[in-house]
């Protein structure tokens, strides 16, 4: 089992910055095809892949995110961040974190994210 904690959402106005956190109970990079990323869910509409990173470092990104949102990690706190950069009203959802490890995936409570225009 792993647990997901996220931290770091919260109110801003467009054009403003955040960084979320999510910290993992265990290591989950050990093998590198295992990944961590940010999903978000806005209101009304299916949850979507925001960022991905994978324990060989490889990135991706949704397109709509792509040059102001940055998905890094530290592997000595097992910390995934998510600095999101020039915020749009388009960007305010629930943000969840998720781990895969092998066939195995788990998700974080959510935190919510509201842009404000």
């Known amino acids: 089992q792993v647990q997901l904690v996220e931290s770091g959402g919260g109110l801003v106005q467009a054009g403003g910055s955040l960084r979320l956190s999510c910290a993992a109970s265990r290591n989950i990079f050990s093998f590198s095809g295992n990944t961590m990323g940010w999903y978000r869910q806005a209101p009304g509409k299916q949850r979507e892949l925001v960022a991905i990173i994978n324990g060989g470092g490889t990135t991706n990104y949704q397109n709509s995110v792509k040059g102001r949102f940055t998905i890094s990690r530290d592997n000595a706190k097992n910390t995934v961040y998510l600095q999101m950069n020039s915020l749009k009203a388009e960007d305010t959802a629930v943000y969840y974190c998720?781990?895969?490890?092998?066939?195995?995936?788990?998700w974080g409570q959510g935190t919510q994210v509201t842009v404000s225009s």
């Open positions: 998720n781990a895969r490890i092998w066939s195995s995936e788990y």
